[in-house]
């Protein structure tokens, strides 16, 4: 379900934002690309370039390149005729009605690009340039340490805290899976297990029970460590999650719990710190969970719940002296119980806990209902003490649907690159319908969008 949303705009909770009115100072096209369904694509500004990771009209893995400030892009499709091991079972780089099949990639140190995705239990697709930077080099590599890599899900590129790439992945299936971490030695080319064993696992059955931690992070905080939270998912059906749990890290290799006392790994459905035993059907759903910090580098964890009225709520937790303070954020007439398997609408967004630059802790969400909106969070109970209504990220032009077919979205993704021009972002844009569980949609499909970079000011 990463980067997917249902309330008509992509990622528009949270984030950078600014008090300055945004105002579009660059619109440069990239492709056409399918608007079908929506799955991630990644912008990434590296140096004086940019680089676009993304499906082609045909729904072929496409990288994209320009020089800042041009126009012209070079469009390379990823070679799809190479060999794998997996034979006649190779992921292919033609992406289906999936909208689990992301695409990513990442620099390493030498400037090779590493790229990967089109993956939901599938084997290992994974791609890396032969020449820092060119994306006409691309080789398709047979894989990384060769085991557990039949069954990836979710890939995602990282640094340690030594700034070497990490890549990410879940083996198994939702239920039945387990997330694995490979470090990559510049030098060698090579990849290597960071750890003999995932941190979690929950493919040992208690009472004939197996599960999988849907994990978001780690996240590296301003006190040094690594903090990694999940939520255990007992079958595919979302409704199954429960139980919001906690472990932080300083090298990714020894971890603890909020306390500090060693676990061992790896960690399970028994051996885990719990923040809050959210029941399974609580209205709890991974890719829902946020970490965030306070002006003293506390950690805060966000998440959303059933109230005792069987309401949904943004509840935040932090880890004090004297263990977990939960506060309670929104207070809506409002619930959303989901159930079932595939790529989930989500009805419910949230930002995590942030500092304002007026040293305020403030928070942003919006539910399907109500729409947009937030809250000042008082910086020793976490209660709610004033609105905070976010200002807008994007001018109104850019979240206008061009598009006449019925029920079209507008996509946004934020550039996972740094640009060296002050007071400047830059934004993927494109449209689609909404996701169908990873179903073919009956009927007719709308015309193809056109993704484009959009360069914003304010």
């Known amino acids: 379900m990463a980067g997917v949303t249902g309330i008509a705009v992509a990622d528009t909770v949270g984030g950078p934002m600014s008090q300055a009115a945004p105002r579009v100072v660059e619109s440069a096209d990239v492709a056409l690309v399918t608007s079908a369904y929506p799955v991630g694509f990644q912008l990434l500004t590296h140096g004086d370039a940019q680089y676009v990771a993304f499906y082609d009209v045909h729904r072929d893995m496409t990288i994209a390149k320009r020089t800042l400030g041009q126009s012209r892009w070079q469009i390379e499709r990823i070679p799809s ?10 992921t292919p780089t033609r992406t289906g009605w999936d909208s689990h099949n992301y695409v990513v990639f990442a620099f390493d140190a030498d400037g090779q690009i590493h790229l990967a995705g089109n993956m939901h239990v599938n084997p290992l ?26 069954h990836v899900t979710y890939p995602a590129f990282f640094r340690d805290a030594e700034g070497r790439l990490v890549f990410k992945y879940r083996d198994g299936s939702s239920g039945d899976g387990a997330d694995y971490f490979n470090r990559y030695d510049a030098a060698t080319r090579t990849w290597s297990r960071l750890l003999d064993t995932p941190i979690t696992d929950g493919r040992t059955p208690i009472n004939g029970q197996t599960a999988y931690a849907y994990a978001h992070g780690p996240v590296l905080g301003p006190d040094g460590y690594f903090h990694l939270i999940w939520v255990w998912r007992d079958t595919p059906a979302c409704e199954t999650n ?20 060693p676990l061992a790994l790896p960690v399970t459905p028994v051996t885990s710190e719990v923040v809050d035993p959210v029941p399974v059907k609580g209205g709890m759903i991974n890719g829902n969970v946020r970490i965030g910090f306070d002006a003293r580098k506390r950690v805060i964890l966000s998440y959303h719940k059933f109230d005792a009225a069987g309401n949904t709520q943004i509840y935040n937790v932090r880890r004090e002296s004297a263990g977990w303070r939960s506060a309670q954020a929104s207070r809506w007439n409002y619930r959303w119980d989901f159930s079932g398997d595939g790529s989930v609408i989500f009805d419910v967004r949230l930002s995590n806990v942030e500092l304002a630059p007026d ?9 399907k209902q109500d729409g947009p909106g937030g809250a000042y969070l008082d910086p020793d109970t976490l209660e709610p003490v004033a609105p905070y209504a976010p200002p807008a990220r994007f001018p109104d032009d850019v979240l206008k649907v061009e598009s006449d077919f019925p029920g079209m979205e507008v996509r946004t993704s934020d550039d996972r690159g740094v640009s060296s021009e002050p007071s400047v972002r830059y934004v993927l844009r494109w449209e689609t319908l909404p996701q169908n569980r990873d179903r073919p949609v009956d ?10 970079v959009i360069k914003i000011e304010g």
Request: charged share 25%.
């Open 125 to 150: 697709l994974y791609f890396r340039t032969e020449r820092p930077g060119d994306i006409a080099s691309f080789k398709r590599i047979d894989y990384m340490t060769g085991h557990r890599e039949a």
């Open 359 to 367: 040293g305020r802790l403030r928070q942003t969400w919006a539910n």
């Open 242 to 261: 429960h139980s919001l749990c906690y472990a932080r890290s300083r090298d990714l290799l020894h971890w603890e719990d909020s306390a500090g006392r």
């Open 81 to 90: 005729d190479q060999p794998s091991p997996f034979g006649a079972r190779a």
């Open 443 to 452: 009927g007719p499909l709308p015309a193809p969008s056109m993704l484009r």
